[in-house]
């Protein structure tokens, strides 16, 4: 099964929580310090980086 991890860069604001708490370090902050899946085929869908997310600027579903 593989997800799919998007973020809504709007709605970033570059906290870091998804990124400190994604066991698999899926997350990065990109050069602009919002979080960007850059490692997206190891999610798990856990679905934890959407629910430290206090702004909802990340998604996860399923592929
Ligand atoms: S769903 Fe889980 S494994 Fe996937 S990016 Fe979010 S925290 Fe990481």
Not at 2 to 12: F, L
Not at 14 to 32: H, M, S
Not at 34 to 58: F, Q, R, S, W, Y
């Amino acid at each position: 099964m593989s997800w799919i991890v998007t973020v809504d860069k709007d709605k970033c604001d570059g906290d870091g929580a998804c990124v400190e708490n994604c066991p698999v370090e899926v997350l990065e902050l990109d050069a602009d310090g919002k979080a960007d899946p850059v490692n997206m085929e190891e999610c798990l869908g856990c679905e934890t980086c959407m629910e430290v997310c206090e702004t909802g600027a990340i998604n996860v579903e399923e592929e």
